[in-house]
């Protein structure tokens, strides 16, 4: 049975919902849009949540009845509009972001499987992106270095030890927005999602990168997207709990997946993400992406 959702952007979530009562701009741009990747619409509801962006359609019973799952390999093409600053290897390091958390949370619930005799069939597409600025993530990482190193100088290394996190600059921050739908065997649709998130000024990484926020994003929605589907429950909505061993070591330490059929995707970038993230250097240091071709 799966627990309560553990919801690594909970405090992203109330930091930015506080953000835009007070009218501070921290936030990227959300835009939901429409681009008919999906079989169907009229069914999508919107979410509940207050800060969220999301329309959703989950046939509980259907969902519940499914045991097997395929996984179709997101779909992100130049052609989506503010894709332009991002290359096709940094197009292809998002999808696989997006994949990699999807098939972790679905392993919760249901077998992972590579062929296409599945209950249900998964898949996704990008369908917009607003890149990271290089100017206000460059700026941000700068300035924590500065107050670190003043910091050692002033107090000694001993209690100065480490980079200073400081709110991002409220310049160019990311966003993205992605249309994924679950068919069963005979093509009708079982659940839906469209999903837009944004970066914000207090919990996003910043890294000198332009894919360095749709990354991190593509990483939420999987994990919201398979959240989702393992429960049929609104994932901005659910309550949030600590995440177990489990979670740590797969998601955030890089080790084995779960289910093996996940391990298509490639493992986390766990202790060379943490160090990469650290000194802001672009996400393709530390994911090395899919491990195999992913069907």
Same mark, same amino acid.
């Given at each position: #049975?799966l627990?309560? &959702?553990?919801?690594r952007?909970?405090?992203?979530? *109330?930091?930015?919902?506080?953000? *835009? #009562?007070?009218? @501070?701009?921290?936030?990227?741009t @959300?835009?939901?849009n ?10 999508l ?7 969220t ?7 509980r ?9 395929? =996984? ?5 093409? /130049?052609?989506?509009?503010?894709s ?15 994949d ?8 919760l619930?249901?077998d992972?499987?590579? $062929? ?6 998964? &898949? ?11 100017i206000?993530?460059?700026?941000? =990482? ?6 670190? @190193? ?6 000694g290394?001993?209690? /100065?030890? /480490? ?8 310049i %160019? ?9 679950? *068919? ?6 079982r659940?839906?999602? @469209?999903?837009? %998130? ?8 910043? &890294?000198?990168s ?13 994990q919201?997207f /398979?959240?989702?589907?393992?429960? $049929? ?13 489990? &979670?740590?070591?797969?998601? #955030? ?16 970038? $766990?202790?060379d ?16 992406g ?6």
């Open positions: #049975m627990s309560s &959702r553990p919801d952007r909970a405090l992203s979530r *109330l930091l930015a919902a506080a953000a *835009l #009562m007070t009218g @501070v701009a921290a936030c990227g @959300v835009l939901i429409t681009t008919g990747s999906l079989t169907r619409y009229d069914r509801q919107r979410s509940a949540a207050t800060a962006e999301a329309r959703l359609y989950a046939d019973s259907a969902l519940q009845r499914a045991k097997t799952v395929r =996984i179709v390999p997101t779909v992100f093409t /130049g052609e989506v509009e503010g332009g600053p991002l290359t096709a290897a940094d197009r292809r390091l998002i999808a696989n972001a997006a990699r958390a999807l098939c972790y949370d679905l392993s619930r249901y992972i499987v590579t $062929g296409r005799d599945a209950d249900l069939t998964v &898949r996704a597409q990008v369908t917009r992106v607003e890149p990271t600025s290089l206000g993530a460059g700026g941000t =990482i700068a300035g924590s270095l500065g107050v670190t @190193v003043a910091s050692q100088l002033g107090v290394f001993a209690e /100065g030890i /480490g980079r200073i996190p400081i709110p991002r600059l409220p %160019g921050l990311g966003s993205l927005t992605v249309e994924a739908e679950a *068919l069963d065997r005979h093509r009708e649709q659940a839906a999602m @469209v999903w837009g %998130g944004a970066a914000n000024s207090f919990t996003s990484q910043p &890294r000198f332009a894919a360095s926020d749709p990354y991190d994003l593509a990483g939420d929605f999987g919201d /398979g959240y989702f589907l393992a429960t $049929g429950d609104d994932p901005f909505t659910a309550p949030n709990t600590l995440p177990n061993w489990d &979670r740590i070591r797969v998601t #955030m330490l890089g080790e084995a997946p779960l289910d093996p059929d996940c391990a298509a995707y490639g493992r986390a970038p $766990g202790i993400g943490i160090v990469t993230d650290y000194i802001g250097l672009p996400p393709e240091y530390g994911d090395r899919p491990a195999v071709p992913v069907r």
